[in-house]
């Protein structure tokens, strides 16, 4: 018998797949909505697993996005007369490999910040990884490679077979992103993140090597949010480096801080909240945005500890 985590995976995986069978007679802005919910999902989760499970405070998670991002939009726009016929010619198997190694390299990214500043805590690490991010943002505004400043365009979106591809690797990655953060914070492992940010001294002193357990937290939460560049970037059919600025590491801060930091289900549920809130903003215009920071301004008055904080959700401790 299944344990219930894995039957939930399947479930989500039997949903995403009659979703990207669907998708090509769903309304457009629907289904964009729904892929939103998707991404930011993974991106709320993996960066939940650093700041709120580990104990960190990272600002350049939108950083670790772009890397992902540009990587697999690359693999399949200007890399793919070369890479298909390595596959037989089918993107449904490119795209997949493309999502990987973007992670992967946003992964390697996120090691080479991490290795030399986790040494860092609250304030300092904030600093270094919001530098991280601006930093990629401006090496891409200057890779004509890329599109430069002007952006990549002509990625697949929108189009068979990428529709159907697109749709289910959003929905499917964002399930495979709960399980895999949930299964390993639940795992031997993954007690070693809670230590960390329960008590690193007392960690420490536990024999517990906490500069690994924090960078390992780093890597796997910058993979995800690699992936869910390479999704963002695959829905939208275009990029530029102004798209993964600090406002978009924010927002995934503010979906993290909202649900409660170091709550599984509760940043989940923010990541939805937040994303769906924002549609019916949008015909206000610029003033959207004046109601969307007065939301979170109430929202943090009333509940600093996050909205999503009933006793059956929060973090398991022994």
């Known amino acids: ?9 399947l479930l989500a995986l039997a949903v995403a797949g009659s979703l990207a069978a669907f998708s090509g007679r769903m309304d457009p802005y629907l289904l964009d909505v729904a892929m939103g919910v998707g991404i930011n999902l993974i991106l709320a989760v993996s960066l939940n697993l650093i700041n709120g499970f580990t104990g960190q405070f990272s600002l350049g998670h939108a950083g670790f996005m772009a890397v992902g991002a540009y990587t697999s939009a690359t693999l399949t726009t ?7 016929p390595l596959v037989g010619g089918q993107p449904w198997i490119l795209f997949p490999i493309s999502l990987v190694m973007g992670g992967l390299l946003a992964a390697l990214a996120g090691l080479a910040v991490g ?4 040494r860092l805590k609250g304030d300092y690490l904030a600093i270094v990884t919001l ?13 004509d490679f890329v599109g430069g400043a002007r952006g990549l365009t002509g990625i697949p979106s929108g189009i068979p077979p990428y529709t159907q591809i697109v749709t289910f690797w959003t929905i499917a990655g964002a399930a495979i992103t709960v399980y895999v953060v949930w299964g390993l914070l639940n795992s031997t492992y993954g007690r070693g993140f809670l230590a960390v940010a329960d008590d ?3 960690a420490e002193s536990m024999g517990l090597n906490t500069t690994r357990y924090k960078i390992t937290a780093f890597v796997v939460g910058s993979f995800f949010a690699g ?25 995934i801060v503010v979906m993290v801080i909202l649900g409660g930091m170091g709550r599984h289900v509760g940043v989940i549920i923010a990541a939805i ?4 809130v924002q549609e019916p903003l949008r015909k ?3 003033w959207r945005m004046i109601l969307y920071a007065l939301l979170l301004i109430i929202l943090m008055l009333t509940r600093p500890q996050g909205l999503f904080t009933w006793p059956l959700w929060k973090r398991k401790t022994s």
Do not use: C, R
């Open 131 to 143: 530098g991280f991010g601006e930093i990629i943002k401006v090496i891409l505004q200057n890779m």
């Open 78 to 84: 200007t890399l793919a007369a070369k890479l298909l």
């Open 200 to 202: 690193e001294i007392a």
């Open 227 to 251: 992936v869910a560049g390479g999704l963002y970037a695959h829905v939208k059919g275009y990029i530029n480096p102004g798209g993964f600025d600090f406002n978009k590491s924010i927002e």
């Open 273 to 276: 909240l937040l994303t769906v």
């Open 115 to 118: 290795a030399p500043s986790l």
């Open 284 to 286: 206000l215009g610029d």
């Open 1 to 9: 018998m299944f344990p219930k985590s894995q039957l939930w995976l």
